[in-house]
């Protein structure tokens, strides 16, 4: 009965958590005490759940329930193939309060916000690069990275990360996987294909927070920057 009344009776005593259940409380209270008792058979993945090792484990077996019924996209979690359907039915749920934006994605939105918010938590402590999402700082990192293990065999391209490898290669192949569903456009590069969708849609998610300015692509922000607030 507590599901309809919202009752909550079982609190932690670490944090705001509370629930209905004592065994929820049990499993939550493994995050502060670091108690991971479903261990990977295959690696040093460990979980305070079972059900997150269930699906860790399709990493290691390559099993995908979960399949699109509009094209061959196939997912190991129920979550991310949700997500997934929304390229196929336009749908954005996630919705700025500031302005017209709208995402598929809550992480998305939330790097959006930053836009207003002007917030960039990702600070480099090797140079003075700062940025407002994961993605963008994962990559500067790679410059000071010193091991770039992933050479290419057919020139002297060398890189940090296997999925930049995979992504030269195209240069040589001329391989262009990813196909715009409105014209003959094709990429080799998941992120060129979002940036050339904004051409189709008109919309600029790139804004400036010092001015009006928007752009469709961050390096079209990062330009107007350097010309219009870095004099």
Not at 61 to 87: D, F, N, V, W
Not at 198 to 204: A, I, L, N, Q, V
Request: charged share 20%; glycine share 4%; hydrophobic share 20%.
């Amino acid at each position: 009965m507590r599901s309809h009344t919202g009752e909550k009776p079982y609190k932690c005593d670490q944090c705001p958590f509370a629930t209905a259940r004592d065994a929820s409380l049990r499993m939550h209270t493994r995050i502060h005490s670091n108690n991971k008792p479903y261990k990977c058979s295959e690696c040093s993945y460990a979980s305070t759940q079972k059900v997150a090792l269930q699906i860790h484990m399709r990493t290691h077996t390559g099993e995908k329930p979960y399949k699109c019924t509009q094209c061959s996209y196939a997912s190991t979690q129920k979550g991310i193939l949700q997500t997934h359907m929304r390229t196929h039915t336009g749908e954005k749920p996630y919705k700025c309060k500031l302005c017209s934006y709208a995402g598929a994605q809550k992480s998305s939105l939330q790097i959006h916000m930053s836009t207003h918010t002007g917030e960039k938590p990702y600070i480099c402590r090797q140079c003075s690069y700062v940025c407002a999402q994961k993605s963008n700082f994962k990559t500067h990192m790679d410059i000071h990275a010193e091991e770039k293990r992933f050479k290419c065999s057919q020139c002297s391209y060398v890189c940090s990360r296997k999925v930049y490898l995979q992504i030269h290669i195209r240069s040589h192949t001329g391989e262009n996987p990813f196909w715009c569903s409105q014209c003959s456009f094709a990429s080799a590069r998941p992120d060129s294909l979002k940036a050339h969708m904004y051409t189709h849609s008109g919309d600029k998610p790139h804004k400036c927070n010092q001015c009006s300015f928007s752009g469709m692509r961050p390096s079209e922000l990062k330009n107007h920057i350097r010309r219009h607030h870095m004099l």
